[in-house]
């Protein structure tokens, strides 16, 4: 037999001289058997890019036998399904056998952290006995065009697990995509199972996966009708899918659910910070529950709590098991140091008033006593236990209209945790803002703490508006009003005025290859770096207009203004190295979902000076600059593009050198001459001349932590002293440097501890016979890479 393989190159008619495959265009092969095929297909993929085999077709002929070219093209098929059906002929018969429901429970943070339901999940086992999540059961399903059947004995497993092991009332959250809930007969199929089940339909949740593109008018439609019926609706990984907000606004679902990559670690981003306000505010104009998921650390569930979240569920609480299960690992306890840090003066207990409470057990004559005994409170919250049940009010606990006290109890008003920061109630209120009632404060538990009037939190928050409105909340630059003002200003009233746009490069792209943390990082970075270039400069301000644009105002002439901004570019090309995946960085570029290829670390900087015409006002400015970036970005690489006629484009000529890795490790290697011991205080004199590290401990050949952290005296109160003991062997700063003997320099990462992004610097230490005798190992945050690499360094 013959195996044909062909490429095609959409760019080859523009590209001829370097097309985008390496090394198949059009090749062949002979096998005699169907080992010897699957070797071939294996050496393909072993020897060629995933990009290229997505673009490759596969043929297979009998030897030297003619093929009618309809005959051709019926067998052709991509490479991929080929190989899939090849190499797991498996998934072509029965998935049942395959196939494993495991159930991960979902909490309720009102009842203390009991079980509220649980979610099904799909796990595949091979032939060889490999189990495969369900990310990877379903994409080895594409490749054969049996998505929709694995859909289907998903949801059939689960229902079955439902009826057989999960009680009622708790319910069962199955994943559907949405091609599966618009495919003919699907409804009929699920509610046939529920039926022969004996399944109450409100205990299941239908959880639309988005899986790809999907129009949400029609989506909706199939959704009305699925309600209809009596299930219910969530919406899976709201914030990370292409069409989220629109499926949200057109799909009136019950739940949603806030992916991972949004919530873990969301404490020490602004921008996810945001974009979780956002998802509540709508959720809450819409009537949907919240639930969290991908919930790890104390912190993050905190965070959740504190934001106002009912539902969550995470490897915290408990991993999905074949069997389900109630045992899950206890809510942690609220005190100071597992509240997540929200920067905030502003706290909800010092304005709350018990208020006047009666049992629901009493009559409406105790009810009627109780207020003449108070006659300056008009209303008076009504308990079960110290669970809030309602409101009486005055004008009705007397009226003659009522006979009972359950007649003239009003529901609850707002209900409201009393540890929300000023960010969460500030929503509130603008959700709220027609309501001027009492608000009902309640514990993690749901218990009742009080009363709150709203008019006064109100005043409160308004007079307690800070002035860092004006600073960037993740860059700490001007920003708002403040630096719109100085520019028009600026332009007013100085001709000489200059103003530099800086705008790193494919941040979206960057964003979604590397995630929200990193970006976050990113920017910091550069802001970072400018304020170091820039801090001892007069006649310059540096501002953050937002995301990843950056402005310089100066108010002169600088003749060194392309050398310092090539400098800025330089210094970046250099750190943010650490940003970026090794591979990435060897191939100098980073790959999209979409296939799409972008440079790593590049920045476009756009000069205006005022050589193309008066700059009237910052709109003026902004415009111009808009159309030198334009220049700017359809050059690969980082340029600087200088306003004049033409416009200037300026390169950048040669390498830059760093050298704040060779400055950190040098003066961690000279703590080995320090006294250190369980002492906590023993390195306080080398914080004071080495100010960039903010903590540093050292470990045992074992990797164990011999002694207590040593902390920068400015992190009292961020990072916890202690960590004697703890073993850090699975750690990299630790792996890396006991394979080697050589120094370790980590990515950046988000400090769990100080909320800003560090990273990490471990040193060996050898006796005279080169044996490692402990390590010692510094974390480093992005501001002192900056200082490191700059010539205060």
Not at 458 to 472: C, D, E, T
Not at 587 to 609: L, Q
Request: glycine share 6%; net charge negative; hydrophobic share 40%.
């Amino acid at each position: 037999m013959e195996l044909f393989l062909h490429t095609f190159d959409a760019n080859s008619h523009t590209n001829s001289e370097n097309p985008l495959f390496s090394g198949i265009n059009t090749s062949s092969f002979n096998y005699d058997s169907e080992p010897e095929l699957l070797n071939i297909l294996d050496e393909v993929i072993a020897t060629e890019g995933a990009r290229i085999l997505r673009d490759t077709w596969v043929l297979i002929t009998e030897d030297n036998q003619p093929m009618n070219p309809m005959e051709a093209l019926q067998a052709t098929m991509p490479f991929n399904t080929f190989y899939a059906r090849h190499k797991y002929p498996w998934l072509l018969s029965d998935l049942t056998p395959h196939v494993q429901m495991h159930y991960q429970p979902i909490v309720d943070f009102g009842q203390g952290g009991k079980v509220f339901g649980f979610e099904a999940l799909c796990r595949l086992k091979t032939p060889e006995g490999k189990w495969l999540n369900g990310m990877e059961a379903f994409a080895l399903a594409a490749e054969v065009k049996r998505t929709h059947e694995l859909d289907l004995v998903c949801q059939q497993l689960a229902l079955i697990g439902k009826s057989q092991s999960i009680s009622a009332e708790k319910p069962i959250f199955i994943n559907v995509l949405p091609q599966t809930i618009m495919s003919p007969g699907w409804l009929d199929f699920i509610l046939k199972i529920l039926n022969q089940q004996e399944i109450d339909k409100r205990d299941v949740v239908i959880e639309i996966v988005e899986s790809e593109k999907t129009d949400p008018e029609v989506l909706a439609r199939y959704c009305d009708e699925i309600r209809m019926h009596g299930l219910r609706i969530a919406l899976d990984d709201m914030g990370s899918g292409f069409n989220g907000l629109r499926i949200l606004a057109e799909v009136r679902a019950d739940f949603i659910k806030i992916d991972r990559a949004i919530v873990h670690e969301a404490q020490g981003s602004r921008v996810r910070t945001v974009l979780l306000e956002a998802i509540i505010s709508m959720a809450q104009r819409l009537g949907c529950t919240i639930i969290a998921e991908g919930l790890e650390r104390v912190e993050d569930i905190t965070y959740c709590q504190d934001l106002g979240l009912h539902y969550a569920q995470g490897h915290y609480f408990a991993h999905p098991q074949s069997m389900p299960s109630d045992q899950v690992t206890a809510l942690p306890v609220r005190d100071e140091s597992h509240r997540s840090h929200i920067p905030d003066d502003f706290h909800i207990g010092e304005y709350i008033s018990h208020g006047l409470t009666i049992d629901v057990s009493c009559s409406l004559a105790e009810a009627r006593r109780l207020f003449n005994a108070h006659a300056d409170i008009a209303n008076a919250v009504v308990l079960d236990g110290q669970k809030p049940l309602g409101v009486l009010r005055r004008g009705k606990v007397f009226s003659k209209k009522h006979t009972g006290l359950g007649a003239c109890c009003d529901p609850l008003p707002k209900v409201i945790n009393h540890m929300l920061p000023s960010s969460v109630l500030a929503r509130i209120f603008y959700l709220e803002r027609g309501n001027i009632d009492i608000w009902i404060t309640v514990n993690e538990e749901g218990g009742y703490m009080g009363v709150l009037q709203p008019m006064e939190i109100m005043a409160q928050l308004i007079s307690r508006k800070a002035s860092s409105g004006n600073l960037h909340p993740l860059s700490h630059l001007t920003t708002g009003p403040t630096l719109r003002q100085t520019l028009d200003n600026s332009l007013r009233n100085n001709t000489n005025t200059q103003l530099i746009y800086i705008d790193l490069d494919h941040f979206k792209a960057y964003n979604d290859r590397y995630g929200f943390i990193r970006g976050d990082a990113m920017i910091r970075l550069l802001s970072e770096i400018i304020r170091q270039e820039y801090q001892d400069k007069a006649g310059v301000m540096v501002g953050h207009i937002g995301g990843d644009d950056f402005v310089l105002i100066y108010d002169h002439n600088a003749p060194t203004l392309n050398d310092t901004l090539l400098h800025v570019i330089s210094q970046f090309q250099a750190l943010a190295v650490h940003l970026y995946d090794a591979s990435d960085l060897e191939r100098g570029f980073f790959t999209t979902e979409d296939g799409k290829d972008h440079p790593v670390a590049s920045v476009s900087i756009a000069v205006v000076n005022g050589k193309q015409g008066a700059l009237e006002n910052s709109v003026v400015a902004a415009e111009r600059a808009a159309y030198l970036k334009k220049i700017g970005k359809a050059n690969i690489g980082s340029i600087v593009v200088v306003e004049d006629t033409p416009p200037q484009t300026i390169l950048p000529t040669k390498e830059f050198y760093s050298g704040w890795q060779q400055k950190a490790l040098s003066a961690l290697q000279s703590l080995l001459n320090t006294h250190r011991s369980t002492g906590s205080h023993d390195l306080d004199s080398c914080f004071a001349e080495f100010p960039y590290f903010e903590v540093i401990f050292e470990l045992e050949p074992d990797g164990v932590q011999r002694y207590a952290n040593w902390i920068n005296p400015n992190m009292y109160g961020k990072i916890k002293a202690g960590g004697a003991g703890i073993d850090r062997s699975q750690q990299a700063y630790y792996q890396r440097v006991a394979e080697t003997n050589e120094p370790y320099i980590s990515s950046i990462y988000l400090s769990t501890a100080t909320e800003d992004f560090c990273l990490t610097v471990s040193l060996p230490i050898l006796d005279d016979k080169g044996k490692l005798i402990s390590i010692l190992v510094a974390d480093i945050n992005i501001a002192a890479m900056a200082i490191l690499s700059s010539a205060r360094g």
